[in-house]
Structure formats: structure tokens, C-alpha cells
């Protein structure tokens, strides 16, 4: 993935880890999240660590694709837990929250009622979190 995200799985704990670096276009987004399938699906994972702090607004359309592939594509490789490390930019974080937000108030939550989504400020706390359950 270079140095857009490091995608890798903690295999101690056996936890999808995703960092992004820096701003993604739609399309480096999309080759990020398929090997994020890949792997989840590989190692059978249900935890995953997103950190997003460098993160400071979304790309056009990364928000209807995370809204419409990403999260029933997770939902239906099993993914339970998710762990978000929110953006430092406060633009980042309102579109991180819009996009969960409008998730949690669709009527596809019901498809998602599997899967649990916490926000940390610090990925320790993050880490700890997906640790606990």
C-alpha cells in the first residue's frame, strides 16, 4: 500500500490494522479496502483498528463507498468490531461522523447489528478496546 496506508494484520492478536498516512484519491481508497478484504477474509479476522487522525476530509466519493461496499463487504466477511482512531482535523472528523452517523440512522442498520464501532482519540486506547472484547 506504500506510503498512502499500512495495512497489516497484528497476528498476535489477529486484528486488521489500517493506517492512513495521507490523503487518498477514490481509487487509491478503493485498492486500500480490497486488500483489507483480502485479508480479512485470509485470516478470518473480526477485529480491525482504523486509524484515520491524519486523515483531514474525505475524497469525493470515499463517503458513499465506504456507505455502500465497505461496510456490508466487512459485515459479510464477519468483521465484529471495529476501533476508529478519529482524524485530528476537526474536518476529518465530521466526515468520519457523518458517514457512521448516517449509517446508524439508515434502515440498513439493521444489516449491521453485528458490528460494533467505537471512536478513540489515541490508538492505544483504540488497541486496548478491540483487546477487551
Known amino acids: 500500500m506504500g506510503k498512502r496506508a499500512i495495512v497489516r494484520v497484528l497476528s498476535e492478536y489477529n486484528i486488521l490494522s489500517v493506517d492512513f498516512q495521507e490523503y487518498q484519491t477514490l ?31 474525505y475524497p469525493e466519493g470515499v463517503k458513499d463507498y465506504i456507505i455502500k461496499e465497505w461496510f456490508p463487504t466487512v459485515n459479510k466477511l464477519g468483521l ?16 468520519m461522523l457523518a458517514v457512521h452517523m448516517e449509517i446508524y440512522e ?11 464501532m ?16
Open 27 to 57: 481509487q487509491e481508497f478503493k485498492d486500500v479496502v480490497e486488500y483489507e478484504f483480502e485479508l480479512i477474509a485470509q485470516y478470518k479476522i473480526k477485529k480491525a483498528h482504523i486509524d484515520i487522525r491524519r486523515v483531514k476530509t
Open 80 to 95: 465484529e468490531y471495529i476501533a476508529f482512531v478519529q482524524p485530528y482535523d476537526i474536518r476529518g472528523q465530521v466526515d
Open 106 to 116: 439508515s434502515s440498513k442498520m439493521e444489516m449491521y447489528e453485528n458490528i460494533y
Open 118 to 133: 467505537v471512536h478513540f482519540s489515541d490508538p492505544t486506547s483504540a488497541l486496548n478496546w478491540l483487546l477487551g472484547v
